[in-house]
């Protein structure tokens, strides 16, 4: 027969938390690689990884946690611990393709397309890789039309997400991209579980074993959401991105060009240069020479000498 399937088991607590983690994962990532933009010469590989992990543990934190919220009335649903671990490492590593492909080789139009159907469709196997965990006494069936809608959202999002993330370099507008994002990856997940339909066996066989979501789902999504906050951490004290391209960069040409301008030339504790001691600066007149430095220099010449002893 067929099971009656709920995917808001706690009414909007998990859209809502599972959104939330998709946008931070986002935001995170977004202002990593922008942090790889903004200084050319910092560890570009270093941060590029940190983004990817942070957009890949945002999204599969979003879809496990929505999945906490899902039930299926007439049996209970067990999840296989090794395929769920699985899911997030591909979430990671398709993620990373994506953003190593931008990185490096910009945002033109052919790299975009390549890299966003790459992250789309290794999302998309996230989210598959972690139906396949789920255990129940029945069988799970798919709508083929409904699973390439969701297949390309997700390819449409992964593409907005990397031409977001090489494009937009202020803080309002990665934020706001990364709320998009949200919205996505939330419309992604949720469009691929309308494509769900579950048949239950009439009698208790099939295999159906493993942990239940709250005792496996819980303890394992405590590890990414940690990452997540140390990574926000690491965000949020880093000075580039906390200041901005125009702060970080606005005085550092000016302070070579007066370098380069008078590098031989004394300065005072402000800053400015310090008068030497062959002239001085009158107030309202032009320099004028020192005569005590004058004086001792004419004393060294001969005819100078010369001159005072025919006066004496």
Same mark, same amino acid.
């Given at each position: ?62 879809? !496990?946690?929505?999945? &906490? ?20 490492? $591909?979430? &990671?590593?398709?993620?990373? &393709? ?42 799970? +069936? ?13 390819? $449409? ?27 996505? $990856?939330?419309?992604?997940?949720? =469009? ?9 066996? +009439? ?23 940690? !990452? ?39 300065? =005072? ?20 020479? +020192?005569? =005590? ?20």
């Amino acid at each position: 027969m067929e099971g009656t399937v709920d995917g808001f088991r706690y009414g909007v607590v998990t859209p809502v938390a599972a959104y939330l983690m998709a946008c931070l994962g986002g935001a995170l990532g977004l202002r990593c690689i922008v942090r790889t933009l903004l200084d050319t010469q910092s560890w570009k590989a270093g941060w590029l990884a940190l983004g990817a992990a942070s957009i890949g543990c945002g999204i599969w934190t979003m879809h !496990f946690i929505a999945m &906490i919220g899902f039930q299926v009335e007439e049996t209970r649903v067990r999840y296989d611990a090794s395929l769920t671990v699985l899911s997030l490492a $591909v979430a &990671i590593v398709v993620v990373g &393709i994506g953003v190593f492909i931008v990185g490096y080789r910009g945002a033109s139009r052919a790299t975009l397309i390549l890299a966003g159907v790459i992250t789309g469709l290794g999302v998309a196997a996230m989210h598959y890789l972690g139906m396949a965990a789920m255990h129940l006494n029945g069988e799970i +069936n798919y709508s083929p039309g409904v699973v390439a809608l969701s297949v390309l959202i997700a390819i $449409v999002a992964a593409t907005a997400a990397l031409w977001a993330a090489v494009s937009i370099r202020g803080f309002l507008t990665s934020l706001g991209a990364s709320l998009i994002m949200g919205v996505a $990856v939330s419309g992604m997940h949720y =469009t691929a579980m309308a494509a769900v339909s579950v048949h239950v066996h +009439n009698k208790g066989g099939g295999t159906w074993a493993g942990d239940s979501p709250t005792s496996l789902l819980l303890p394992m999504l405590l590890g990414p959401i940690i !990452f997540l906050v140390l990574a926000g951490v690491v965000v949020m004290f880093d000075p580039l991105l906390v200041l901005g391209d125009g702060d970080w960069t606005r005085g550092e040409p000016r302070r070579n060009a007066a370098a380069q301008a008078a590098p031989d030339t004394p300065a =005072t504790l402000f800053g400015t240069p310090a008068p030497t001691n062959s002239t001085r600066t009158e107030p309202d007149g032009p320099p004028r020479h +020192n005569a =005590t430095a004058g004086h001792a220099r004419a004393s060294q010449d001969p005819r100078w000498a010369s001159t005072r002893s025919r006066e004496g």
